[in-house]
């Protein structure tokens, strides 16, 4: 199917922007100081950066599945291909 390589080549942007997210949620995250040191505002944003970061993580996983379970479905469709064509005959 046409489908496919397309909606693999839209999927590696959105990967790409969902590790990014992650990775700056992350540094900005482990910038902080260490608990005690930090106000309740600090800690507020820490949260925040840390949610960020675990949907950022939620979104990259999501799509590496599908880009897993679409590269399956494209090699089994690769191994069918042959004994499809014989089957069928001439």
């Keep these: 199917m ?3 390589p397309h909606e693999n080549e839209s999927l590696r942007p959105m990967l ?3 590790h990014e997210s992650l990775e700056d949620a992350l540094d900005e995250a ?4 260490p608990a005690e040191q930090e106000t309740t ?3 507020i944003r820490l949260e925040e950066s840390l949610s960020m970061a675990a949907e950022a993580a ?3 996983v999501s799509i590496r599945r599908r880009l897993r379970d679409e590269r399956e479905r ?3 469709r690769k ?3 042959p ?3 014989e089957a069928r005959g001439p």
């Design 30 to 33: 482990c910038a902080s100081k």
């Design 58 to 60: 939620k979104r990259a």
């Design 41 to 43: 505002g600090e800690m």
């Design 79 to 81: 191994d069918d291909g």
């Design 16 to 18: 790409h922007e969902a």
């Design 83 to 85: 004994r499809n064509a």
């Design 2 to 4: 046409d489908r496919m």
């Design 74 to 76: 494209a090699d089994d």
